[in-house]
C-alpha cells in the first residue's frame, strides 16, 4: 500500500499541456452543447478543494496514506480546471479565478454548515471513511467515463488530447479510491451496510450539489443518453457491482434515467460525504 502511494506520489504532477494548441478553438469552436459540458466541468473541477474542506474534519484525516492522497488528488484536480478554463477562454467565455467566484457565490448559506454535518456523522460511526472512498471511486468512474464520451461526441483534436490526458490522471485517483474503498469494505459488515445505504439514499451525479438542476439533467442526458452513453452508465454500475456488498444498487442507471429529474435537486455529498436533512426542504446542498 505504502509502495502504491510512493509511485502515485512521485508520478502527481500540474496537467501537462505543452503542444496543445488552444488557439485551434477560435478557428473550430465546439459546439454549444460540449461548450455546456465544459463550462460544468470546468466549474465542478474547481470546487474540488471545497469537497476537501468537507472530508479533512472526518476520521480520514487521521490517517495519513488518505491524506497524502487528497493532497496530489486536490493539486492535480486545480490543473484540470485550469485547463478547461483555457478552451473557454479561447471561446471568449468566463473562465479562471472569475468564474470560480461566481460558482461559489451562488452555494446557499447553508454550504457552510457541511463541514458541522460532515464532523457529526464522523463522530456517530467510524465507518464513515468507507463511505467517502467508495463515493470517491464512483465520482471518479463517473467523471473518467464522461470525459471520454464528450471527446467522441465533441470530436475535435485538441479537445480529445486534453481529455485524454485529464483521463490518464483521473485512472490513478480511481486506482487509490477503488482499491482502499474495497479494503475497508471488505473488513467490515457495517461499513458495508452503512456504504450501501449513503449511496442508495444520498448519492447523486457529480455537481448535484454546485450546479443547477437543469445543467446536471442536460449533461446526464447528452453524455449518458442513447445507446453508447448508457452503455457507458452500464460499465460503471457494473464496477460499483464488483465492490464488496454493492451489488445491484444501479446508481448511474437511476440518476441517467428517471432519477435523474430528483438527483439535481438537494443533494449534498458530491466528491464526498452525504449531509443529514435540514428541516422540510431537503438536504444540504
Do not use: K
Request: aromatic share 8%; charged share 25%.
Amino acid at each position: 500500500m505504502h509502495t502504491d502511494l510512493d509511485t502515485f506520489a512521485r508520478r502527481s504532477a500540474r496537467l501537462d499541456c505543452d503542444g496543445l494548441d488552444f488557439d485551434s478553438f477560435r478557428d473550430a469552436p465546439l459546439d454549444p452543447d460540449a461548450l455546456r459540458c465544459l463550462r460544468y466541468m470546468h466549474d465542478v473541477e474547481s470546487h474540488t478543494v471545497c469537497y476537501l474542506r468537507d472530508v479533512l474534519v472526518t476520521r480520514a484525516h487521521r490517517d495519513p496514506e488518505i491524506t497524502s492522497f487528497l493532497t496530489f488528488w486536490n493539486y492535480e484536480e486545480h490543473w484540470h480546471g485550469e485547463a478547461i478554463a483555457r478552451v473557454l477562454d479561447a471561446h471568449a467565455e468566463p473562465s479562471g479565478a472569475s468564474r470560480v467566484a461566481a460558482t461559489r457565490a451562488r452555494l446557499p448559506r447553508r454550504d457552510g454548515l457541511r463541514p458541522v454535518a460532515f464532523q457529526l456523522a464522523s463522530a456517530a460511526t467510524p465507518h464513515i471513511v468507507a463511505v467517502h472512498l467508495t463515493w470517491g471511486a464512483v465520482n471518479e468512474w463517473t467523471t473518467q467515463a464522461a470525459y471520454a464520451r464528450l471527446a467522441t461526441l465533441a470530436g475535435h483534436p485538441v479537445l480529445t488530447e486534453l481529455l485524454r490526458r485529464i483521463m490518464r490522471q483521473e485512472g490513478r485517483h480511481i486506482d487509490f479510491y477503488a482499491s482502499r474503498a474495497r479494503q475497508r469494505l471488505d473488513a467490515s459488515p457495517a461499513a458495508r451496510r452503512l456504504t450501501r445505504w449513503a449511496l442508495r439514499r444520498w448519492w447523486a451525479p457529480v455537481g448535484s450539489g454546485v450546479m443547477p438542476a437543469s445543467d446536471v439533467r442536460f449533461l446526464a442526458g447528452y453524455l449518458f443518453g442513447g445507446t453508447d452513453g448508457a452503455a457507458a452508465a452500464a460499465r460503471i454500475d457494473r464496477r460499483v457491482d464488483q465492490l464488496p456488498g454493492l451489488a445491484g444498487l444501479q446508481l448511474l442507471a437511476g440518476a441517467t434515467g428517471a432519477g435523474v429529474g430528483r438527483a439535481g435537486v438537494g443533494r449534498a455529498g458530491v466528491g464526498g460525504l452525504p449531509a443529514p436533512r435540514t428541516g422540510t426542504t431537503g438536504l444540504a446542498a
